[in-house]
């Protein structure tokens, strides 16, 4: 008994090596993005590019104004941004502000209370101001901003600071212990927001990518850049430039499902607001048709109040910008919206 069931063992190894020898190996095939066809529409890499530590956005003070409350106390409020003080890309991680301390020119320090506006509401306490993506040199954004132990917050909204310090006194800066940010009082009269910097001249205008082709395979598709529009989403609350794409599927005998993508970037409104674009869309094309789609490539979400932002953004959207990450020299272009045309 106890020989055969040594036998028994040593068939069952011998039948497994041989269906392993006989066995093809199986080869898991790596993962390829969709490329763009053409090259008339740059691209360095298909990868969101990730904020680099040392080219941060600097935490500045806009539209700082102050009020005489009376008995001896004025009161001041100044918004807060993220601003690209660099010559490259930046972006900004996580960081929390846990408190914030007014610092006047005669060493007296007062209490400074951290909050945001949503509509109606108005919150203060601790916050997270969470990462944003990299944005090109002169943008400033308001950032995301999130309560401490609460649910994040779209950024609709800027943070702001207010604080109250006697007549006799000249607040300097705002400071917040523990981090490194310091922002500077006497540079927050301006109310400026949006782009801030100096040289546009390498701005583009989107017009500049109508006629571009994104895809052009003989046997497949192709895809041609028609224009810009600004579209409301299907889902209340969103409004978003797209790209009017004519999509030509070349099999006539098989409908396509046709991958069109673009470079990773952002896109930035005028009044601070900043999303990551979408990279890819896929179409469903008949056989032999040639149909004209919107590409949505950025999203950006207004919450509840969908038909008051929906009309301001669909008048906003076309003074914005939109941000690829490309091979050109700055690593970047920039492309302004003024040409693009609403519709339902």
Known sequence: MKRSWVYYCISILLVSIVLACQLPTIVVPETVEPEIGGTSFPIASMTPIAPVPSSELTLVGYGYTVKDVGDGWNEGLVYLALENKTDQLAGFNETLLPSAVLETQEGQDYEVVLGYMDYMSIFEGNYQVEAVPLIPPGFRVNATFRR?????????????ATFRFAYSTHPTTLSFPGTKHRVDLSAAQTNAIGYVGSESSSFQPITALYGQILVDDPTEAKVVVEKCIIREGTFSGYVSPALLLSIENRDKFQENRITVAVPPGVGITPDGSVGPITQFNDFIIGPGQTEEV??????????????????YYIELWPTGYIVFFDDSPRGYTVYTLNDCIYTR
Do not use: Q
């Open 294 to 311: 919107g590409f949505r490539f950025i999203y950006i979400n207004f919450g509840l109040h969908s038909n008051y932002a929906n009309n």
């Open 148 to 160: 401490e132990n609460l649910h994040s917050i779209p950024g609709k909204t800027p943070l702001y």
